[in-house]
């Protein structure tokens, strides 16, 4: 029969504490802090109740992606109502043949409604400025345009 040490109870109420209050912490770290509250206690040790009390480190949950200004502060702003952020980007696929086409996607960010899939071999920043163009006469100007740095969104007609 396996002897149970005498400050087993009061070692494993600790390492609960420790990591309840430290959640990212490993029985690495929690032996390092029992050690410096006074314990004299083997990495071992640790791990071993650590594993019998269920205890595991939660995995670690990956950032929303964000758009930073200079300062340092964060900015993502969300749709309120429709035609309030549009978004717009380029898809890009090969036909049976080989030959290359590309798709230009403007979506209402609010309701998630797709308004303009434009099709052609070759899609420039003057295709661009024709659909928004089109979409800005039959849907109104949206409140803000939402792309990412590729060189047909960054042209100087386009940002004009």
């Not at 396996?2 to 309840?20: H, S």
């Not at 295709?127 to 590729?150: E, K, M, Q």
């Amino acid at each position: 029969m396996p002897r149970r040490r005498a400050d087993e109870d009061a070692l494993t109420a600790d390492i609960v504490a420790l990591a309840t209050q430290y959640g990212r912490y490993g029985y690495r770290r929690i032996a390092a802090l029992l050690r410096d509250a006074g314990w004299v206690v083997n990495t071992k040790r640790v791990e071993r109740i650590w594993r019998r009390e269920g205890l595991k480190v939660p995995q670690k949950q990956p950032g929303k992606g964000r758009l930073w200004l200079n300062d340092g502060s964060c900015i993502r702003l969300r749709p309120e109502r429709p035609n309030h952020v549009w978004s717009y980007d380029f898809v890009e696929s090969r036909t049976h043949d080989g030959r290359k086409f590309r798709m230009l996607n403007v979506i209402d960010e609010f309701s998630r409604e797709c308004l303009a899939i434009r099709i052609d071999r070759k899609l420039n920043s003057t295709a661009v400025i024709d659909v928004l163009t089109d979409l800005f006469i039959l849907r109104g100007v949206p409140g803000h345009v939402r792309s990412d740095n590729g060189p047909e969104f960054i042209a100087k007609a386009v940002r004009d």
